[in-house]
């Protein structure tokens, strides 16, 4: 891992005449995310910004604990540019840690607490992570452990702390213990510097990893505000793991935040946990990926008096099936928002006041004037509206690269800067875009992101795998599910629960197979690779 000085040279950023392009727009104005929290706290003082179960703090109390966090952060030894992995559920901590790590300007790498040994271990070695903060338990799981396991195995790891019972481990509650003196914290970063780390969706393997900056990160925040709505007067349900970039900005928790509005934290998607929560605190927007749309739509056509307050439900992650899109508002009493984007930048809404076709049938528009949007064929050509290619984009909040990933770069953007998304979409006369489908080999469960080599390289581990291949197979619930097709080695007989413990012991639960099938010979396709295609149709012969 390179040293500290050298993180933001490892991090492709946009060209000077596109900065100079942004800036004379009054896209980038110089924000950062510890000072609008700072500016918030002043003008909002005793409103409420955080509610985490029976705990809820005000915008004063928000920032005073980011300060404290800070100052127990910096005198563990985290300072500027130190890369800190983030691994927290829906709780106020997270946001905390967030804006404390903003405001010392290191940098936070955001992991999910369903992600486990071999992810985490990879976030914390790429990224040269010094600290992990996560859980003691979640969901029944012992993230010390795995934050043990992971410190043993990442030279750079130095500091493990923990929300909650930390038993010998650094406990969060402690970073709290004093308020910090005059001065006593370094300056706060630039807006112009990095701010922190996504997880790319990851059709290669392990995730790879986004920079984003201050100043464009923050501007996708005022542009999504502006197309959803959001104010002082908003409530947002935080529904989905916080720390994805969908329930973060689309407007997510930090565009409420930076709103000055209310953000409410559910542990869990349910809708036996949502539904009463949205009554409690007078939800006005929320946001879904499509299975749960489907599970909150059967939940309330047995009534929806709980959610009279709801105004908007965004759905994103993966394309929401026009029947189901249908029946939102007069189910649930609320509008659609559907939404479609990627961590790495580009984010396009329907808009509150489009026509409820348009809501139903497409993606939505691109956030801003300055989104270049182009669908091409396989050599680059710009296609006509109405016909399907590759989406690629640039723009004031889409990244130029990933970190220290030069190979990938070349392959994933443009020689002048356009990023290929992936996806396979069609622009309406009216610009409109209709998401088509995926290119890259890669399986969209529910809007969770899943490499089949990565579980291939899993499996291919157990002592009784000789080959494996996965493949995707249609799920009218969660879109795709994932089988794996399992070539035992001789002489061995396999199980597949032992498989299925086997990945989860190693990778997050959402990439475990739903599906094994014992097949002797994988088909062949001309060339002598595993021909995918035959085994989806040998799928369906056996659903059939």
């Keep these: 891992m390179a040293p500290d000085d050298d993180v933001a040279a ?52 928000l920032d005073a604990r980011v300060e404290r966090c800070a100052l127990g952060l ?77 410190q043993a195995a990442v030279p750079t790891l130095e500091h493990l702390v923990i929300c909650g019972e930390a038993q010998e481990l650094v406990a969060f509650d402690d970073l709290l213990a004093t308020a910090p003196a005059a001065d006593e914290l370094p300056a706060p970063p630039h807006s112009r510097e990095l701010a922190f780390f996504q997880l790319s969706g990851g059709t290669t393997g392990l995730s790879k990893l986004i920079p984003r900056r201050h100043d464009d990160y923050i501007y996708s925040l005022r542009g999504s505000n502006e197309l959803c709505g959001i104010d002082a007067d908003s409530v947002y349900l935080v529904s989905l793991p916080i720390a994805h970039n969908f329930p ?15 953000v409410v934290l ?70 659609l928002q559907q939404v479609f984007g990627m961590a790495e930048g580009l984010v396009n809404y329907t808009r509150l006041d489009d026509p409820e076709e348009l809501i139903i049938h497409t993606q939505g528009r691109p956030i801003s004037p300055l989104d270049e949007v182009r669908i091409v064929d396989d050599q680059d050509r710009d296609l006509p509206p109405g016909q399907a ?62 490499a089949m080599d990565e579980v291939e390289n899993v499996l291919l581990a157990h002592p009784g795998v000789h080959d494996v291949a996965v493949v995707g197979m249609p799920d009218a619930y969660l879109g795709e599910r994932s089988c794996a097709f399992v070539v035992a080695r001789d002489g061995q007989a396999l199980d597949k629960r032992d498989l299925a413990r086997f990945v989860r012991g190693r990778l997050a639960a959402y990439k475990v197979p739903d599906r094994f099938e014992f097949i002797d010979a994988f088909p062949q396709s001309g060339v002598g690779k595993v021909s995918r295609k035959v085994l989806r149709e040998l799928l369906k012969e056996r659903f059939a």
């Design 10 to 61: 490892l991090c492709p950023d946009w060209p000077a005449e596109f900065v100079e392009r942004y800036v004379a727009a009054g896209y980038w104005r110089g924000e950062t995310f510890s000072g609008f929290l700072r500016q918030r706290a002043a003008d909002q003082g005793e409103r409420i910004a955080v509610v985490d179960g029976e705990a809820r703090l005000s915008y004063r109390e």
């Design 74 to 150: 910096y005198r563990l030894g985290i300072d500027k540019g130190d890369r800190v992995v983030l691994q927290l559920p829906n709780r106020a901590e997270f946001i905390v840690a967030c804006f404390a790590l903003f405001r010392l300007g290191a940098l936070p790498v955001f992991a999910l607490p369903a992600h486990r040994r071999n992810e985490l271990e990879h976030f914390c070695r790429f990224s040269g992570a010094r600290a992990l903060i996560t859980v003691d338990r979640f969901e029944g799981f012992d993230h010390r452990t795995l934050a043990r396991e992971t």
């Design 248 to 262: 973060m900005s689309s407007p997510g928790f930090l565009g409420v935040l930076y709103a000055g509005g209310q």
């Design 266 to 335: 559910a542990p869990r998607p349910s809708p036996d946990v949502c539904f009463p929560l949205i009554e409690r605190e007078r939800v006005t927007i929320t946001a879904l990926v499509p299975p749960l749309a489907l599970i909150w739509l059967e939940a309330a056509s047995r009534g929806v008096e709980q959610l009279a307050s709801l105004e908007v439900l965004q759905v994103g992650g993966a394309k929401l099936v026009s029947e189901a899109a249908r029946r939102v508002r007069p189910t649930l009493g609320c509008t």
């Design 389 to 450: 290619g590759h989406l690629i984009t640039r723009g004031p909040y889409t990244i130029r690269g990933y970190f220290n990933a030069p190979e990938v770069n070349s392959a994933s953007f443009t020689a002048d800067g356009f990023y290929r998304t992936g996806d396979i979409a069609v622009r309406t006369e009216q610009g409109d875009l209709i998401v088509e489908g995926r290119e890259k080999d890669q399986i969209n469960r529910g809007g969770e992101k899943i």
